[in-house]
């Protein structure tokens, strides 16, 4: 198989042959690649692997326990042993080593794959945000055995 340079793709037009018929493809230019649009990345802040246990209550399901796999300022990430619908706004417990005290936050469930769940915080304090920053700025410098998620 043909290695392609980064950031393009066979066109879809030629097939990648670069003509069509016997002209060049108008849609390459008879290159036979496209380029591929970037990525955007819409996060607000770096997440970071980290596994902590977490409780959620919802109206739905009750009480669920979980475990985070990554975390940022302004979210979490759980896997659940139960689906909470894209939407659900929840309660989240759950504990950082660096933090005195359990944080007791509402948040609302933005994605859902399979039993993983993308969890945005809308109730955090400024207090509770700079924990929060102070827990990623560990993990970013790998003192509380973390790495950025991609």
């Not at 879809?12 to 290159?31: F, I, L, N, Q, Y």
Request: charged share 20%; proline share 8%.
């Amino acid at each position: 198989m043909v290695s392609l340079p980064m950031g393009s793709t066979s066109c879809e037009s030629c097939g990648g042959r670069g003509k069509t018929d016997d002209a060049p493809c108008p849609s390459c230019g008879g290159t036979g690649l496209v380029p591929v649009k970037p990525r955007i990345e819409r996060r607000r802040a770096p997440r970071y692997r980290t596994a902590l246990p977490v409780a959620i209550r919802n109206r739905e399901n009750g009480d669920l326990e979980g475990q985070s796999t990554a975390i940022s300022e302004g979210g979490i990430s759980v896997s659940l042993p139960a689906p909470v619908p894209v939407g659900s706004v929840v309660l989240l417990q759950f504990t950082l080593p660096t933090h005195p005290s359990q944080f007791r936050l509402w948040a609302v469930v933005r994605h859902l794959i399979g039993l993983h769940h993308g969890l945005e915080f809308v109730s955090v304090t400024e207090g509770e945000r700079l924990s929060l920053r102070q827990f990623c700025n560990e993990l970013a410098l790998g003192s509380s055995g973390g790495e950025q998620a991609k």
